[in-house]
T-cell receptor, first 116, second 116 residues
């Protein structure tokens, strides 16, 4: 399995501010994803982080609100911009070593964000 | 349309008994994969088991096995000899292709509580 370090593990932020979440993997991985889990809900894919190019966003998520960087094969960041209380969620980084038909996908420990 | 359905929002099971968590899915893609994850109260997502649509045998990993019934589009997780540490949320997910991007779609989860 991959060892994924996600920081911060939790934060309480003021509305209108931005938070950048980091995801560091112990080895090179092909695919990196960012998910959101709203309180009591399931996981929803925000975007696929592409190395060296713009992220691929899912319907309902936009780059201005959730800018993503992926400068190399072991690191990615997700920024939650201009936060509101509705952004309070767990944000999770996920990785898969193989592109396309992957059979394992691992998650970081998550970032528990509370916006006040 | 709901692609992954978990019909059991919560389950209570006596310690040492076997548990079956239900998962049905809907896809027209002949190539897909099914994953099960465990999410304890800490929030991390722990990968448990994977079943590919072309796999002839049901997947097993230690106390976890997947009862894959392709014609019925079901992929139930079986936990043998349940332990107190098995108490957690369990999510079923399907890997599907979306315009060439492989992504995971999650069910709503089942909260499993093991009773001593």
């Amino acid at each position: 399995s991959a060892v994924i370090s996600q920081k911060p593990s939790r934060d309480i932020c003021q509305r209108g501010t931005s938070l950048t979440i980091q995801c560091q993997v112990d080895s090179q991985v092909t695919m990196m994803f960012w998910y959101r889990q709203q309180p009591g809900q399931s996981l929803t894919l925000i975007a696929t982080a592409n190395q060296g190019s713009e992220a691929t966003y899912e319907s309902g998520f936009v780059i201005d609100k959730f800018p993503i960087s992926r400068p190399n094969l072991t690191f990615s960041t997700l920024t939650v911009s201009n936060m509101s209380p509705e952004d309070s969620s767990i944000y999770l980084c996920s990785v898969a070593r193989v592109s396309g038909v992957y059979t394992e996908a691992f998650f970081g420990q998550g970032t528990r964000l509370t916006v006040v | 349309a709901q692609k992954i359905t978990q019909t059991q929002p919560g389950m209570f099971v006596q310690e040492k008994e076997a548990v079956t968590l239900d998962c049905t899915y809907d896809t027209s893609d002949p190539s897909y994969g099914l994953f099960w994850y465990k999410q304890p109260s800490s929030g991390e997502m722990i990968f448990l088991i994977y079943q590919g649509s072309y796999d002839q045998q049901n997947a097993t990993e230690g106390r976890y096995s997947l009862n894959f019934q392709k014609a019925r589009k079901s992929a139930n997780l079986v936990i043998s000899a349940s332990q107190l540490g098995d108490s957690a949320m369990y999510f079923c997910a399907m890997r599907e292709s979306n315009f060439g991007n492989e992504k995971l779609t999650f069910g709503t989860g089942t909260r499993l509580t093991i009773i001593p």
